[in-house]
């Protein structure tokens, strides 16, 4: 069998007799400034795992491999050096051992395009879990020319997985090469950080507008300079295009195009924007296609504007006019706000409206959003906020940052905190008994007082888990509604209700033909599902230890044959 292994290998080492060895090792070592055993090829893999899972990359001191097919130096490790970075250099993410391994290659242009090329379009593996490329394209000081990667080979690459994520970073895209993102006849997910267009994005727009199918996939691009890589022109062109995104992300825009990532053919939207760059008329006529929109108002956003309060909250209208929102993420990156020069309840009203309009809401993040509104309004706010979830149909989670004061508020009256605080508490706990299906999570996890919140978080976990047995339907779920009666459930007249109302096919299966004398017990110990919870009763703390009747095994068994 080992022999067999050995055979099959893809590696081999460079036999120490080799007469080129010494030359070739100090010509890597030279390289790539590390001096490391040289191996060849015996044969091509046919999987990346052939190449990166060789004991010496997964140890962490990489291997060298000539390939001499291609005629290049094949450097495989999972520690970065910036001694790469010369080089045509990439990392392949698998997300299945949530791991990268780096690669990089030395050569002609010519055959480093080539050996790249078949590289990415090997598969992780016969079965492939997820993964991501992530290219780091030649600056000007590099030793590789990435014209020379031909847009045929870009396209053989992409073909072979059109799972995979694609990230480029650096340098700069040729037109034919962008013509090959925007062609693919299936949806692609790229991601350009601080890449630019040669022709500025002209390309790759006019082959969207042409495209075929009515979808893309996924598109991002950003930039650590705040240099846009797509020019004004092409990047209205780009969010009028007919064609649907998966998701596009964003980032910051001139003042010229900072309103348009709003109203993009997306499914889900983020974008980090300068609030201070949009006027009242961005909005006029504004219509939100996106599902999912994650907004981050910029750290280094300026708040000179004197419509700036106004602006997000026209931009919270539009939202609620669109109606269907499924996920709203908004936050802020800034702490020293002037909060006094607008009317915040404006705000508060729109973000209602938005909770009240859109039923389909499911996840609402305001993350650190409260730094908007000076702290003694804060207080009011989140309750009217809270009031407005209590009949909210879809919403599940909600999450911001604190109840509580500020540090940089430690000095104020605390009394006066803890009075109102309380009162938010009051308003938490009204919300999650009207509505069992909320979550509410601060900095802290599950925002709670620590008391009475506890316990009706419990309740809503007894609850929501004793329903979803019903829809999940497992052939164990006799055994554990009839578990629970008689633990989490005894002597705690609502869980009992509850599972009466929501399992009553399971309870005939129980008790149907039996009589008191042949309930006996049948099993001494029973475990809980994880999604109901033991929830000591709140008129006794003592927890029944009475063995299940037989029934309860008995229609668990049925049951099970039946599945």
């Not at 000179?304 to 309060?309: A, F, I, L, T």
């Not at 164990?476 to 009553?504: D, I, K, Q």
């Amino acid at each position: 069998m080992v022999e067999r292994e050995e055979n099959d290998a893809v590696l081999e080492l460079v036999p120490d007799d080799d007469r080129l060895l010494p030359s070739l090792k100090a010509l890597t070592a030279m390289i790539f400034g590390v001096s490391l055993p040289l191996y060849r090829m015996r044969r091509e893999p046919t999987h990346l795992n052939d190449l990166k899972c060789h004991a010496d990359v997964v140890t962490g001191a990489g291997i060298m491999i000539l390939c001499e097919k291609y005629g290049v130096f094949l450097y495989i490790t999972e520690n970065f050096s910036y001694q790469l970075k010369k080089f045509l250099c990439f990392r392949i993410y698998d997300e299945a051992r949530g791991k990268f391994t780096i690669f990089a290659i030395v050569g002609s242009d010519q055959a480093v395009a080539e050996t790249a090329t078949f590289i990415w379009s090997l598969k992780l593996s016969n079965n492939s879990s997820s993964s991501t490329l992530d290219v780091r394209l030649p600056k000007t000081n590099c030793l590789f020319d990435f014209d020379a990667l031909q847009p045929e080979q870009l396209a053989r690459a992409l073909d072979a997985n059109p799972e995979r994520h694609y990230c480029f970073k650096f340098g700069t895209l040729s037109p034919e090469q962008s013509v090959v993102l925007a062609t693919r006849a299936y949806p692609l997910n790229i991601e350009l950080s601080d890449v630019r267009f040669k022709d500025e994005g002209t390309a790759f727009v006019d082959a969207l507008e042409k495209r075929q199918e009515p979808t893309f996939g996924s598109f991002a691009f950003d930039s650590d300079d705040q240099e846009v890589p797509i020019s004004p022109s092409n990047l209205q062109r780009l969010f009028n295009l007919e064609i649907t995104f998966d998701a596009l992300r964003i980032c910051q825009l001139d003042q010229e195009c900072a309103h348009l990532p709003f109203a993009a053919r997306a499914n889900s939207i983020g974008y980090e924007f300068d609030i201070s760059k949009l006027r009242p008329s961005d909005f006029d006529g504004m219509n939100i296609f996106a599902k999912h929109l994650y907004l981050e108002v910029s750290e280094d956003a300026s708040f000179d504007s004197p419509d700036w309060g106004e602006c997000l909250a026209l931009l919270l209208d539009r939202m609620a006019e669109c109606g269907h929102l499924e996920t709203l993420s908004l936050s802020v990156r800034i702490s020293n706000f002037g909060y006094s020069r607008f009317d915040s309840s404006d705000l508060v009203e729109a973000l209602i409206r938005v909770i009240n309009a859109n039923s389909k809401l499911e996840h609402l993040d305001l993350g650190d959003l409260r730094q908007l509104f000076a702290w003694y309004d804060w207080y009011d706010y989140s309750s009217d906020i809270f009031r407005a979830m209590e009949s909210h149909p879809g919403l599940r989670t909600f999450i911001f940052d604190t109840i509580g004061p500020y540090a940089h508020d430690s000095g104020d009256d605390d009394s006066f905190h803890k009075e109102h605080c309380d009162d938010v508490y009051d308003s938490l706990e009204q919300l999650l008994t009207r509505n069992r299906f909320i979550t509410v999570y601060d900095d802290n996890g599950r925002c709670s007082n620590g008391g009475s919140i506890d316990k009706v978080y419990l309740r809503n976990d007894f609850f929501n888990g004793s329903e979803k047995l019903v829809t999940d339907s497992t052939p164990e779920r006799p055994l554990l509604v009839a578990t629970s009666l008689v633990e989490s459930a005894s002597h705690n007249f609502p869980f009992s209700a509850w599972l009466l109302s929501h399992h009553p096919d399971v309870l005939c299966e129980l008790f149907h033909g039996t009589g008191p004398e042949e309930i006996v017990p049948a099993l001494q110990e029973t475990v809980l599902p994880t999604s109901m919870p033991p929830v000591e009763s709140v008129d006794s703390k003592r927890r029944l230890s009475e063995p299940l009747p037989r029934a309860t095994k008995k229609a668990a068994q049925d049951s099970r044959m039946r599945s």
